[in-house]
Nanobody
Framework: QVRIVESGGGLVQPGGSLRLSCAASGFISGWYAMSWYRQAPGKERELVASITNTLGSTNYADSVKDRFTISRDNAKNTVDLQMNSLKLEDTAVYYC??????????WGQGTQVTVSS
């Protein structure tokens, strides 16, 4: 069994910052990458950022580059997403995922991020 738990969402004003955290537990040995996706109302779910296990290679959506930073702590099996200079269009439910090269993957329940003045 694998458990993914996100935390850190909330309400923030435009230009503000939030830090999301994702904790993975259970049978997660050998995972390949962990990622953050988001889904805004009426829109498709999109990849925000991802980070690989072994090398720590990162990948970002163009819309968040230079504003968001993904990081991992392999000892704790956690991945954080630091979000700076938040915009109205960053409002969405943010989901954390963990996946293996085999295609096996698990998703968290999501955490709401609302950017509003």
């Amino acid at each position: 069994q694998v458990r993914i738990v996100e935390s850190g969402g909330g309400l923030v004003q435009p230009g503000g910052s939030l830090r999301l955290s994702c904790a993975a537990s259970g049978f997660i040995s050998g995972w390949y990458a962990m990622s953050w996706y988001r889904q805004a109302p009426g829109k498709e779910r999109e990849l925000v950022a991802s980070i690989t296990n072994t090398l720590g290679s990162t990948n970002y959506a163009d819309s968040v580059k230079d504003r968001f930073t993904i990081s991992r702590d392999n000892a704790k099996n956690t991945v954080d997403l630091q979000m700076n200079s938040l915009k109205l269009e960053d409002t969405a439910v943010y989901y954390c995922t963990i996946r293996w090269v085999s295609g096996r993957n698990y998703w968290g329940q999501g955490t709401q991020v609302t950017v509003s003045s």
